[in-house]
Structures are given as C-alpha cells and as structure tokens.
C-alpha cells in the first residue's frame, strides 16, 4: 500500500489540500489528513505539488526515436516508457498514410502489445490515414492515400479506438455507420470539406475532429467549411497546443466555443520528441526540427515534437481556463470518449492508480501506473 500526502490534489470540479492518496494497484481513498495514514503504507511526500490522474494521450505517432509505423515490439516499448516522462500513463499509438503492407504490420504489432510492456499503457490503435483528402495530406504521402472502405479496418476492429475519414471522399455511405457499430470513433480530418458535408457526416455518426484547424478546410464568412461544423456542432475536438499549430488567440476561441467537456489536447508527436533539434523521420520522410518545430524539406509542418506536460502548460496559460477543466483535457475526457471512465480519469477510489505529480511549471515529478513507480 502507498500513500501520496502533502499534495494538491486535482479532483473533476476543484483542487484539494489536507488530503492523501491511498492506493495500491487502484485507489482506496482520497481521505482528510485528519483520518490516520495506514501504518504500513509506504508514504510519498508530493512536497506541495499537484497530484492528478495520469494523462492520456490519444493520438502520438511517436517519441525518442521511435514511432508506432516502425511495426515493432521495442518501438512501443521504447515510446511506452519515455511517456511517463511526460506525465503520460495510457496512449493510443496512432498509425500514418503507407502502404497497407506496413499499416498492417503495425496494427497487428499494437494488438501484440497492449498491456505487455511497463510504462504508459497502449489502450489500442488510432489510424489516421489512409481515408485523407490529397489536398489536405499534410506530412502523409499521397501515393498511399485510398478509398474508405470498411473490409480493410475490419480485421482489426476490435482495438482501433480511433480513425480519421475525408468524409467528401467517402464513395460508400455507410462506412461511417459501419465504424461506429464496430465500436470505433470516426474522426474527420485532413479534409477539404465543406460545412454541409462535415454536418452531413457528423449526422451519420462522426463524432471527433483530428487536430482542429490543422490540414482541413478553413472557416470562411462564406464558406464554414469543417472548422465551422466543428464548432457548431457537439463533436470532440483535439488541440495541437505547441502555440505553432494552433494559435494562442485561437485556443482561447475553441475553449470559450466549445467548452471544457469537449476538448481534448494531444500531442501528435512524432519520434524527434524528447530528442531536440536535428534531423528525424516521419512516415519515410525526411523532417527537421529547430527550435521546437518540425517541418518537411518543403516547410510543410510534420507533426509536433510537443509533450503533454508542455501542452497543458501552455492552454492553461493562453486560455486562463481553470487547472481542473485543463486536466480534464487529458483525463476524464479521454477517458469518457474511449469508453474507459469507469477504470481511469480521475482519482476515485476503485479506478487505475495512474497517478502524475508536477510542478507549477507542469515539471513531472513522479508517475505511476496501475501503482508501479515509473518515473
């Protein structure tokens, strides 16, 4: 049994003091100082930092050095253990535009191992691509791009959690349909479409928006485009927040629009995060990172090289939102989205002791993981 004391402790709705966090592999009891730590617990001093649910993070490519299209065991080990550095405790491992040879080799390496490796836990696959519009590829290769159609997903329906669609490249009308009652939350993104069709697919059961602003159509007075339906609509959006993808001004906007309750910040980190500036890969393509940014040779940005810590940091500084709504960004709204609230999310007694402990300045301090130490 352990026992977290002298810590800040981040509930859904406020942030408590006087209190400790008892736990073994799930969470006994959040009790006031005033109840008597067990005798036999191994205490942990949070020395006035903040304590919360482990972060989770729905849609990393990868991270120092390693990326999930690598198709390997000790690639999403390598990824695993480097993102409890971050704060982060579960993750889906998300997949890129390639040939279906290699989508195929990762997502059949990502159903081998989830729950194998210590670290942050692989809940399942997000694939994003190759369902895109060309036109909004962004960093994926467009001689992979193809037609939406269920048969190809459907053999590993059972672990995608998550899976980006062009809806106006959809030929047939029912793959959305077919996605859903698969279990798997369809996401529009790198799109060309228009409100009506944006709507026409939010309709039919689309229900997340990969990367808000980011390789999708625009919001015109005229013309709303996919931005607009994600903003006029219940859909859960995701939030790129380097302050490169998604202007500080426009996170402000999405947090007074949307609300709390329907935003989730991720990382699209790619495997040059945690490793600084220099050359990298992404998809077999060349990327250079300088001074926090990642581009192609042609200046296309090339997903992020941010973590969840600075993520956080950096919304909960350009929106003022409070500390606990921000958190909820990386816990329970994941959590809630992926069908997981009843085991992680938050700290209530009888969910997964994944626990994060930080700074003021979202520096991690510890992390743990069904309990276990691992930063």
């Known amino acids: 049994m352990k026992v977290i004391t002298n810590g800040k402790f981040i509930l859904p709705q406020q942030v408590v003091e006087k209190h400790h966090l008892i736990f073994t592999e799930v969470i006994s009891a959040l009790e006031p100082d005033s109840t008597p730590v067990p005798t036999d617990a191994t205490v942990i001093d949070a020395q006035g930092c903040y304590v919360a649910p482990g972060f989770i993070n729905i849609h990393i490519h990868g991270t120092s050095g390693s990326d999930a299209m690598d198709g390997t065991p000790e690639s999403l080990a390598t990824m695993a253990a480097a993102l409890t550095k971050t704060g982060v405790t579960s993750f889906l491992p998300t997949t890129m535009t390639a040939s279906w040879e290699n989508i195929n080799r990762a997502l059949a390496n990502i159903k081998s191992c989830q729950y194998k490796y210590p670290g942050a836990k692989l809940l399942g696959a997000n694939v994003e691509g190759p369902f895109i519009n060309p036109q909004y590829k962004g960093a994926q290769k467009e001689e992979y791009i193809d037609q939406a159609v269920f048969t190809k997903i459907a053999p590993y329906q059972d672990y995608i959690k998550l899976l980006t669609v062009a809806p106006e490249t959809i030929k047939n009308p029912g793959f959305i349909t077919e996605c859903v009652q698969a279990g798997i939350i369809v996401s529009l993104g790198h799109s060309a479409a228009t409100y009506e069709e944006a709507q026409s697919a939010i309709g039919a059961g689309a229900s997340h928006i990969t990367h808000l602003f980011n390789a999708m159509s625009g919001l015109h007075h005229r013309r709303p485009g996919l931005v607009g339906a994600a903003l006029d609509s219940t859909v859960t ?63 296309t940005i090339a997903g992020s090289v941010l973590t969840m810590n600075t993520a956080l940091y ?22 809630r989205e992926l069908g997981l609230s009843a085991s992680l999310g938050s700290l209530e007694a009888g969910k997964c002791a994944d626990i994060t402990i930080f700074d003021e300045a979202f520096q991690i301090k510890r992390t743990f993981v069904n309990g276990i130490l691992c930063k």
């Open 314 to 335: 950096n919304f909960l500084t350009n929106t003022h939102a409070t500390l606990p709504e921000v958190i909820g960004m990386v816990t329970l709204n994941p959590a």
């Open 237 to 299: 959006v995701e939030l790129i927040c380097d302050n490169i993808h998604v202007h500080p001004m426009l996170q402000r906007l999405v947090y007074k629009t949307k609300g709390p309750a329907k935003i989730i910040l991720i990382t699209d980190a790619m495997r040059a995060s945690q490793l600084g500036d220099g050359e990298s890969e992404l998809g077999g393509q060349k990327v250079f990172v300088n001074q926090g940014k990642a581009t192609l040779a042609d200046g």
